[in-house]
C-alpha cells in the first residue's frame, strides 16, 4: 500500500515516520514526545532522532513546560499545517482512486479487518 502514498510524501521532503507525527499533531494538538511515540508506533530512541530533524526543518517546535522544564511540548509549525492541507488533498485522490479500482466493498473490508486486529491486540 504505501508503495501508492510514499512518492507523495518524498515528494514533500517527508518520509513515513515524519508523516506520521505530523498527522497524529494534526489530530490530537500539541503533545510530549512519549504520546507521540505511543500514537505512531515509534520507539522512543527513534522518536528522539525524528523530533530532532524535523526541528531542523522547522516541521515542529519544541517548549519545555514553565512548572516541570524536563518535560517537552511539541507543536506543528505553520509549514506543517500547510504541508498537511497539501498532503491531504492528495491522498484523498489516491484512497478514491483506490477505492475506484478495487471497489468500496474491498477497501471497507481492509479497514473492517485491520480494526479487528487492533481491537486484538490490546
Known amino acids: 500500500m504505501m508503495e501508492r502514498f510514499r512518492p507523495l510524501l518524498t515528494a514533500n521532503g517527508l518520509t513515513e515516520q515524519q508523516w506520521r507525527v505530523i ?18 508506533t515509534i520507539s522512543s530512541p527513534s522518536m ?15 517548549e519545555r513546560f514553565a512548572d516541570d522544564q524536563r518535560r517537552i511540548l511539541v507543536s506543528l509549525t505553520k509549514k506543517s499545517i500547510g504541508l498537511v492541507r497539501v498532503i491531504s488533498k492528495d491522498l484523498e485522490a489516491r484512497y478514491r482512486e483506490l477505492e475506484r479500482v478495487v471497489g468500496p466493498e474491498v477497501v471497507e473490508r481492509v479497514y473492517s479487518a485491520i480494526d479487528d486486529l487492533l481491537a486484538g491486540l490490546e
Open 48 to 62: 528522539a532522532g525524528v523530533l530532532a530533524r524535523m526541528e531542523a526543518m522547522e516541521l515542529i517546535t519544541k
Open 23 to 40: 498527522r497524529a499533531l494534526n489530530e490530537n494538538g500539541p503533545m510530549e514526545p512519549r504520546q507521540i511515540s505511543d500514537i505512531c
